[in-house]
């Protein structure tokens, strides 16, 4: 189920356009930029 929700959404990993934007917002201080290679891959997005 959580997979066809994040189908669902309007923005895709492979959308990511290495801005930099999302990292900078994560409280968890992870580069998230660096994945969404990776996840689109894994995820097929």
Not at 10 to 23: M, Q, R
Request: proline residues 2%; neutral net charge.
């Amino acid at each position: 189920m959580l997979f066809t929700v994040f189908r669902l959404r309007c923005a895709h990993a492979g959308e990511c356009i290495g801005c930099g934007h999302c990292d900078s917002r994560c409280p968890f201080g992870v580069a998230q930029s660096e994945r969404m290679g990776i996840i689109a891959d894994h995820f097929g997005l």
